[in-house]
């Protein structure tokens, strides 16, 4: 018979996303001029200009982004040859860079993963206990990055002060998942227990969009910003078996066993 039937409701934060790195170096002798100078090697410079829409180039891939930023900035300019090279660095008439590279990286993540538990559970005789959770999880992170780099020294109106490249990425979504349990006490001194964890089945979007600022010693400064890069992916987590038995010795001591297995194979993610 019944006993009693409990209800109730939870919320469990799963992880804290909240977290910031920095680093920085001087005196170096590379600028990330030169690494977007390589990205863009055998695009036509045509393609990249703001009319030519580049956003939107099926070609031009979302981690080319940069590139196509300090091209319409005036980090990197095409060289004078017909092989759709370019110069990158903070002197784009080709001279050699200076070992005068100051760069510091900033990283700030916002977000976290909070789940929702509306729970119930069964008491039958004092001897069979059966509960079920359904969880609703409700997921959120903004990735923000700063790149800077200073160039000391720089002088002329082609030699550039500073360039600024601020990457963000946002994900955001929920997920959903099931669990069911049972403890059975034949006898007092005596329980079996035995648990199911469903895989949360998750639904995400991630955001993807770039800025680059370039600043010149004579002055002018230019502003590229991206579109937004937007799509939705799925993936689902393990399920998990957990398996118990405990056994009270005349009041003075507990024997107890747990199993756990949890299925990783099952794991799945599709996008897209």
Avoid at 199 to 212: A, F, G, H, M
């Amino acid at each position: 018979t019944l006993v009693s039937f409990t209800m109730g409701f939870g919320y469990n934060k799963v992880a804290d996303l909240n977290y910031r790195n920095r680093a920085y170096w001087g005196d170096g002798d590379v600028t990330i001029g030169e690494f977007f100078a390589e990205q863009m090697y055998g695009f036509n410079p045509s393609a990249l200009s703001s009319s030519a829409d580049p956003f939107r180039n099926k070609n031009i891939y979302t981690d080319e982004w940069g590139g196509v930023l300090a091209y319409q900035t005036y980090f990197i300019d095409p060289a004078m040859d017909s092989n759709n090279t370019f110069l990158g660095g903070y002197n784009v008439t080709g001279v050699p860079l200076e070992n005068r590279v100051n760069s510091q990286l900033s990283m700030e993540s916002y977000g976290s993963v909070g789940e929702y538990d509306f729970s119930m559970g069964f008491n039958f005789g004092n001897i069979l206990y059966v509960g079920t959770t359904l969880g609703v999880q409700d997921i959120e992170q903004t990735i923000y990055l700063n790149y800077l780099e200073e160039y000391v020294g720089a002088s002329g109106a082609e030699q550039m002060s500073y360039s600024l490249y601020s990457p963000r990425v946002s994900n955001y979504g929920s997920g959903i998942n099931f669990k069911i349990g049972a403890i059975l006490r034949p006898i007092s001194a005596l329980r079996i227990g035995v648990a199911y964890h469903s895989p949360t089945v998750v639904s995400l979007t991630r955001d993807y969009k770039t800025e680059l600022e370039t600043s010149f010693a004579n002055g002018d400064t230019y502003l590229g910003e991206s579109l937004v890069n937007s799509y939705t992916y799925d993936y689902t987590s393990p399920s998990k078996l957990l398996l118990g038995a405990s056994l009270t010795i005349a009041n003075r001591a507990i024997i107890s066993v747990d199993y756990d297995k949890v299925w990783y194979g099952n794991m799945r993610m599709k996008t897209d």
